[in-house]
């Protein structure tokens, strides 16, 4: 993992009692981990008495290093040892380094949900609704007399938050055409998570 | 009075009106209807009038359909350049011809030329031969359009007074050509993309930018659907739980039509 100096810095000035106490530390590592993980999060997570006096700036730069550092680890899929080693270079004490693993463990599935939703891809189906009617004439035909479905699949666009519809119809074959290819992939499916 | 045809007359004749004349003749492209006490001097070798034909006709619709008696034909008088009526045989090859240039004209449009090619064989005007085949054309759209029964199909087509043959080949010019013309029918009507077919493919993202080590298996399907004749792809991903739940809900669907409610109002609505 490679970390910036500002990071470095920033956790060299966490690991030092003198500017962050215990309670300190531990507050300001939750805020971390609040900020990147809590959707309403907002920078008075700082605000904390237990907080204030120490220096605004230090405050934001240790904030950010520790976010940074946490994101880094999440993405790499960073195990206890290697946040301890590197904990360790930056001049943690044993009780420190414990505080910050076992808060990291805490909170690891959320962030790395919230990692692997960054991205892009192709829109993805998130529901299906379907209709079924009976079709009896329109102006240019009478006596049609025939079944028909009407199939909309709801759709969501990661990136930008639309919620397009894909409608379609279809005659009793067709779905049936449909279903057996979508029960297809489902087989395959299961038949794949057994190997 | 109109006088009684002669040999000489049947020269370049002239689609009039199809229909029953009389002593009540309106004019020229005027249809008469005639009751049967008009009709004592009607031309037409037809069923209603009571052989009360002109020597002249009988023999000449005998001539031409091979039997000297007072069936009938669609005969069409008219009144050439002379003033002198003339007639034209309208046989079963002509109508034959005219409805196979209606159906081919249902089904890839109309073109001016092939109007103008029967004209000259047939000696007539391409506006004759126009209207023959849209007539046609009319008749086969709407009998088709309402899915008249073979009965009430005949019924409708003997009050134009025809031939029995010419009225059996109008009924099955009707009956072969209905279904692909209801087809093309339903191509007019209020579209939707409809389902043409789909592919899928089963997918493992290993990792992303943001994420490493990752293990997550989607399916990527690509949806083939046809809108008034253009394809349209849709490439969509889904993942196993939602591919699970689209399988159930659609195979519910299916479902449904099976239930006595749907196979009650598929009965009894018809």
């Known amino acids: 993992m490679e970390l910036s100096e500002y990071v470095q810095k920033g956790f060299q000035m966490l690991a030092d009692p003198g500017s962050f106490d215990s309670n300190a530390f531990t507050l300001l590592l939750r805020a971390a981990f609040q900020s990147l993980l809590d959707a309403q999060a907002d920078e008075a997570v700082l605000d904390h ?33 290697t946040l301890s080693t590197y904990l360790e270079d930056c001049k943690f004490d044993r009780e420190r380094i414990e505080v910050f693993c076992t808060e990291y463990q805490n909170n690891k599935n959320s962030l790395e949900i919230l990692l692997g939703s960054i991205g892009r891809s192709l829109p993805h189906i998130t529901d299906v609704s379907w209709r079924l009617e009976y079709q009896i004439k329109t102006n240019q035909l009478h006596k049609m007399y025939r079944p028909a479905y009407l199939v909309t699949l709801n759709v969501e666009n990661t990136d930008s938050r639309s919620h397009p519809e894909i409608s379609f119809s279809c005659n009793i074959e067709q779905l049936q055409d449909l279903v057996g290819k979508l029960k297809d992939a489902s087989k395959s499916l299961e038949r794949a998570t057994q190997l | 009075d109109r006088p009684e045809p ?50 002249f006709c009988r023999k000449w619709t005998a001539r031409v359909r091979g039997r000297d008696h007072g069936g009938w034909c669609l005969v069409v008088w008219g009144r050439g350049s002379r003033g002198v009526p003339h007639g034209l045989l309208a046989s079963l090859a002509v109508v034959a011809e005219f409805g196979r240039i209606a159906v081919e004209f249902l089904r890839r449009g109309s073109n001016p030329k092939i109007y103008e090619g ?10 004759t031969v126009q209207h023959g085949v849209e007539g046609l054309i009319y008749l086969l759209t709407e009998s088709s359009k309402l899915m008249i029964s073979e009965l009430d199909f ?31 029918l339903s191509e007019l009507a209020p579209d939707l993309p409809s389902y043409h077919s789909l592919e899928w493919r089963l997918d493992v993202q290993l990792a992303s930018r943001s994420l490493r080590q990752q293990i ?33 809900q659609l195979e519910q669907a299916l479902e449904e039509m099976k239930t006595n409610h749907c196979r009650r109002v598929v009965r009894n609505i018809k």
Do not use: M
Not at chain 1, 49 to 78: F, M
Not at chain 2, 118 to 127: F, P
């Open chain 2, 154 to 184: 005949q019924d409708s087509v003997f009050v134009l007074g025809f031939s029995e043959e010419l009225n059996k080949l109008l009924l099955q010019l009707y009956l072969d050509n209905r279904k692909e013309i209801r087809t093309i």
């Open chain 1, 49 to 81: 008495p237990d907080l204030k006096h120490i220096d605004p700036v230090v405050l934001k730069h240790c904030h950010t290093a520790a976010a940074t550092y946490i994101l880094e680890a999440g993405k790499q899929r960073a195990d206890k040892s």
């Open chain 2, 216 to 248: 997550k298996p989607s399916v990527t399907i690509k949806l083939h659907l046809n809108q008034n004749g253009d394809q349209d792809t849709r490439v969509l991903q889904t993942d196993p739980a939602t591919l699970l739940h689209l399988v159930q």
């Open chain 2, 118 to 127: 029967a004209a000259r064989k047939l000696n007539v005007s391409s506006d």
């Open chain 2, 6 to 55: 002669k040999a000489g007359d049947l020269v370049k004749p002239e689609l009039l009106c199809v229909g029953l004349w009389s002593r009540k003749w309106r004019g020229r492209g005027q249809r008469c209807r005639a009751n049967s006490s008009d009709l004592g001097r009607c031309c037409w070798t037809c069923r209603r009038s009571i052989r009360s034909t002109w020597p």
